[in-house]
């Protein structure tokens, strides 16, 4: 079964950090573009990182840039979204999401697998 499963979400204080993660079974990330997407209430949803299939090449939304990093894990079928020096307004549900090809993209809807959400907080 083909399924993708988020983790580490919570509540932290603004300046905050949190690891994200998502892990993958039935299928290998390593040969899917993946992307993680986040939607607050009332907001559409925002891809914010990618990180490509061939060689890791990483890309940020410019809300994200410089405080987020995206990566995968050595042989665990698992890729990261380290978020540091969090913002109220990075407060959403985040989502994984798997794309097949190898073009990475922005657009949620060449993503074939998605995970359930985790939900971040960030308030004092």
Known sequence: QVQLVESGGGLVQPGGSLRLSCAASGFFL???VIGWFRQAPGKEREGVSFISRSDGTTYYSDSVKG?????RGNAKNTVYLQMNSLKPEDAAVYYCA?????????HAGEYAY??????????S
Do not use: E, K, L
């Not at 405080?67 to 990566?71: A, D, K, L, M």
């Not at 998605?114 to 308030?123: D, L």
């Open 30 to 32: 390593d040969y899917y």
């Open 67 to 71: 405080r987020f990093t995206i990566s």
């Open 114 to 123: 998605w995970g359930q959400g985790t939900q971040v907080t960030v308030s």
């Open 98 to 106: 798997a794309a097949p090809g190898v073009v990475v993209t922005p």
